[in-house]
């Protein structure tokens, strides 16, 4: 039997694969050996390696339903330790999230598009990837329909995403080479995002502030985000600098520079400092100037094509309900260019 990178057998599938791309509605028996660079790995570990077009999520939860065998023998621990030679037979079982990758008409802006990468102009209200409540009519579900190529990516070629309610650029890969360049491009922090927030409060004048505070789940509410201490289990390091655009006693416009991308990373940030986002209710918000929405549009992306090397910049002015909220503040809103 022929063997190439691990894989010493597979029954093909159509369709996206990966955080919950599973396939679709016939099981597929996969048949792993472990390589000798494998051995001692932690058997989650090794799947993972092996079988890179599905997610760890997706992975765990084979192990946990009993669909993974170890050598003729169904196990389900994931730090159980494996061994150069060992046979893995994966049953990729379909599951209810499996139907939810399909394609699907779905509007959306773009704001460039070659055969490598699309920016995407995200309206306010569309959720980016399918989850609980929401398995269809995402963002990826209108990729998967924009164009074919997007059924042969992770993620349909998504690399970071958007809040439900939050509007604006959004870069989407369209081949795996552009993806994992991107991706290490955003790790490197060499993907410049920018933000436009109305929030609650003064600001105190035309003045820069920088945010270095650790985001992790909120200890009191699981649903939340929340500044935590680096050291605590799920605190990781967030970084945002904020510039005043303009402003009265009652409500400010700034940019926001992310430095990183945590979960809610502007939400938690200016809730911290005491300036919650009009309309957020999660972290403190409530609706003026007639938004029902959270006040932040990504209004600027920059980065270094991953295949060309062009130096790319791309500029969104904020949607209508923003714009609207923007007519009726203070006329120093009105008075500098975002």
């Excluded at 010493?8 to 597929?28: C, K, M, N, Q």
């Excluded at 196990?75 to 061994?83: A, D, E, F, G, L």
């Excluded at 995407?120 to 409540?133: I, Y």
Aim: glycine share 8%.
């Amino acid at each position: 039997m022929k063997q190439t990178d691990g894989i010493i057998s597979a029954t093909p599938f159509d369709g996206v694969v990966d955080e919950g791309e599973e396939p679709g509605p016939e099981s597929d028996i996969r048949t792993l050996q472990v390589s000798p660079e494998q051995h001692g790995e932690r058997l989650d570990k090794a799947l993972a390696s092996s079988v890179t077009e599905f997610s760890r999520n997706y992975l765990q939860q084979l192990l946990e339903s009993g669909l993974v065998q170890l050598n003729g023998r169904v196990c389900t621990k994931p730090s159980q330790k494996v061994r150069a030679g060992d046979v893995l037979i994966l049953e990729l079982k379909p599951t209810p999230q499996s139907q939810a990758f399909k394609p699907e008409p779905v509007a959306f802006g773009v704001a460039f598009e070659d055969e490598h990468l699309l920016v995407v102009n995200k309206p306010a209200g569309l959720v980016v990837h399918p989850a609980p409540g929401n398995w269809s009519g995402t963002l990826l579900n209108g990729l998967l329909a924009h164009a074919p190529c997007f059924l042969n990516v992770p993620r349909a070629g998504i690399v970071h995403r958007l809040d439900k309610d939050t509007s604006g650029l959004m870069v989407v890969a369209k081949h795996r080479e552009a993806m994992d360049a991107l991706v290490r491009a955003i790790a490197a922090r060499e993907v410049s995002r920018q933000y436009l927030a109305l929030a609650h409060g003064a600001w105190g004048g035309p003045q820069k502030r920088t945010v270095d505070a650790a985001i992790g789940r909120d200890p009191r509410n699981r649903l939340r985000m929340a500044v935590v201490d680096l050291a605590s289990q799920s605190g990781k390091e967030a970084r945002t600098d904020f510039e005043w655009v303009a402003g009265n006693t009652d409500t400010c416009y700034v940019r926001c520079i992310l430095h990183t991308g945590r979960t809610h990373q502007i939400r938690v940030h200016m809730a911290h400092i005491g300036h919650p986002l009009l309309a957020d209710a999660v972290y403190g918000g409530t609706a003026s100037l007639g938004l029902v929405r959270q006040a932040l549009h990504a209004t600027r992306l920059a980065f270094v094509h991953p295949i060309t090397g062009d130096a790319l910049q791309f500029d969104s002015p904020v949607p209508p309900d923003m714009a609207q909220a923007l007519a009726q503040f203070a006329p120093a809103l009105q008075s500098r260019k975002a």
